[in-house]
């Protein structure tokens, strides 16, 4: 096992009517800001819920927090917080709604520009305490200190690590509207987050394997009977919990990890727009079969005690493995290739570039070089 610290802060407040516990977070009326999206929670009533259980409270509000959140919109939040000399601020919304705010949070206690935080959070200094009504499952966001900031004007998508939500709401009946596409890319997406901190090698934590292919076969257990019955109570609290869990480090406790798919896939979102959750579906598969021989074992673990796959040659076991991991994707809904999203040689060489040019090395073993990722596109065209 590898040497590992865990520490993770976030209080989760979980179940149905759990919104209105908001209340019972603050012990003196507060200037609260609240974040949102672009909408969605005006018509499913959350927006409303919130309102009432902060009666008392100040509010400023600040709406329009896009899908990979850009820092040009953060930048105007960050403005108005600065201006209102808000004392918290709570995200209600979806992962970008969230990865947003926890910008704002740090950028309202730093004098010089957002975007510098994001390219080198040393420069971190402090953050207005934060907290979530999360919308979405997908992200594992409303449990640890990751964001993920786009760039419009360079078209640059980056990870920026810094705080934790002070606690994060989830109520599973919030999830009832969620269109069905965006619900199959929250199931990839906290699919993937497993698979990054799981596919790497065996033996090394074989609890966490146990718990990371617990989270995997739960998510394809309930992935079909989502899509029949979007508004079960019960299925809904199991994929919610599931992301969370997926990505609140719990699972990467003692083990190394890889991560290559989820950059390789910011870019395709910074260049294309891609959907997070689409962009794995089309990634991982390739990365599984480019990089088969380095985790040749995990994949054999993953195939046999994940999809049961127990027959025939190793080579046979993991072509079935990948096979399955993408068809997976595909009965969510979502496109498995680049030539499905019109992406082509173009976009490949300019990751590429992008990749040398930063100097970038991903995985597990520090190999995924703009050449390594060349090849894993070519194998997801
Ligand atoms: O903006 P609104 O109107 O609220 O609509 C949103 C948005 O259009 C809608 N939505 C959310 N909850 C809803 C709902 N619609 C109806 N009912 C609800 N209850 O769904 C759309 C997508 O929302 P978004 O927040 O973009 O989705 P998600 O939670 O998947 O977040 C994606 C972002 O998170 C980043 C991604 O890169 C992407 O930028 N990630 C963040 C991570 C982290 N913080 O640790 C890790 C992930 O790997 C990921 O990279
Ligand atoms: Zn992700």
């Known amino acids: 096992m590898l040497n590992f610290e865990f520490q993770n802060p976030t209080k989760l407040i979980f179940g149905k009517g759990s919104i209105a516990k908001i209340e019972k977070q603050f012990s003196r009326p507060t200037k609260i800001m609240l974040t949102f999206g672009g909408g969605s929670v005006k018509q499913n009533g959350v927006y409303q819920q919130v309102i009432d259980a902060l009666k008392g409270h100040e509010i400023v509000e600040f709406w329009g927090i896009e899908p990979n959140p850009k820092v040009e919109t953060l930048r105007r939040a960050i403005e108005l917080g600065k201006a209102e000399n808000v004392e918290f601020i709570i995200a209600v919304g979806g992962g970008s709604t969230l990865d947003g705010t926890k910008l704002i949070a740090c950028a309202i206690r730093y004098d010089g520009d957002a975007w510098a935080l994001v390219l080198d959070p040393k420069k971190v ?17 409303e449990m640890n200190n990751g964001a993920v900031i786009s760039n419009l004007a360079t078209k640059e998508k980056f990870a920026f690590y810094s705080y934790h939500p002070q606690f994060s709401i989830l109520d599973p009946e919030v999830t009832y509207s969620i269109p069905p596409y965006q619900v199959a890319c929250g199931i990839a997406d906290s699919f993937v987050h497993v698979m990054e901190q799981y596919l790497t090698d065996t033996n090394i934590n074989p609890l966490i394997d146990r718990w990371a292919e617990g989270i995997l076969q ?31 480090r719990f699972i990467s406790m003692g083990v190394p990890q890889d991560w290559a798919t989820h950059n390789i896939g910011h870019e395709l979102t910074a260049l294309h727009g891609v959907t997070h959750g689409e962009s794995l579906a089309v990634v991982l598969p390739a990365t599984m079969t480019v990089l088969s021989e380095q985790k040749r074992n995990k994949i054999l673990q993953y195939g046999e005690r994940v999809w049961g796959i127990t027959e025939g040659t190793d080579g046979l076991k993991i072509a079935e493995t990948i096979g399955r991991t993408e068809q ?54």
């Not at 019960?234 to 969370?244: D, G, P, V």
């Not at 490949?348 to 894993?376: D, M, Y």
């Open 328 to 381: 997976f994707f595909s009965q969510l809904g979502l496109k498995t290739r680049l030539s499905q999203l019109n992406i082509g040689e173009e976009t490949i060489a300019e990751i590429e570039r992008r990749f040398n040019e930063r100097g970038t090395l991903l995985g597990e073993c520090k190999n995924v070089n703009g050449a390594v990722a060349r090849a894993i596109l070519e194998c997801a065209l």
């Open 218 to 248: 739960t998510l394809i257990e309930i992935a079909p009977q989502i899509q029949e019955n979007p508004r079960d109570y019960n299925l809904m609290s199991q994929y919610m919990f599931c992301a969370t869990m997926a990505l609140n």
């Open 125 to 141: 200094t402090g953050a207005v305490p934060f907290a979530s009504v999360m919308t979405m499952p997908a992200t594992g966001s």
